[in-house]
């Protein structure tokens, strides 16, 4: 898992290559010019040890501790909203994808309640927002995992939030 480009090298015997390359679905399946400069923009990155300039692993790496500051601060910065009610809450990252497909990692999410609707229609409005905010509902509840939030995410989740009340 590059956590770049969806794309990746085949390396192997020739005969195997070979064969593989004479496949019909290669010419479905070949990448682009800008798909191989991500690409090499990636490895030049692990080569030279710029590893968390990649969002990905940056996030996969973060330590428990700085996840339940950051979760914290977003259930703090929403507590005087009275159309909500926001918790700290314990749960799991689902790394997911075609490497780590059943991968889970320890994290802390801000979770959230509307006074009034329920927890489809306050996801529905936090994904249709200006800026999408990707959530999960999860008993009575919408998660935030702020493991995926990158810099300004959090005042967009406030300011979000705080249309509910207008």
Not at 5 to 34: E, Y
Not at 104 to 131: H, K, M, N, Y
Not at 134 to 150: A, F, G, Y
Request: with cysteine; charged share 25%.
């Amino acid at each position: 898992m590059l956590g770049g480009p969806q794309a990746g090298i085949i390396v192997g015997k020739q005969a195997f290559v070979k064969r593989l390359r004479a496949n019909q679905l290669t010419r479905a399946l070949r990448v682009d010019k800008l798909t191989l400069a991500a690409l090499e923009g990636t490895l030049l990155l692990y080569k030279n040890g710029g590893i968390e300039d990649i969002p990905v692993w940056r996030m996969l790496s973060l330590p428990l501790d700085t996840l339940k500051s950051a979760a914290s601060e977003l259930v703090e910065a929403l507590q005087s909203n009275p159309a909500i009610s926001a918790e700290l809450k314990e749960d799991v990252s689902q790394v997911g994808g075609g490497a780590w497909p059943t991968v889970d990692l320890p994290t802390w999410v801000c979770a959230i309640r509307t006074i009034q609707g329920s927890v489809i229609e306050l996801e529905s409005f936090l994904r249709l927002g200006t800026v999408a905010i990707l959530s999960r509902i999860h008993k009575d509840w919408v998660l935030i995992d702020v493991r995926t939030l990158l810099s300004g995410d959090r005042e967009d989740i406030v300011q979000r939030l705080g249309e509910l009340v207008r």
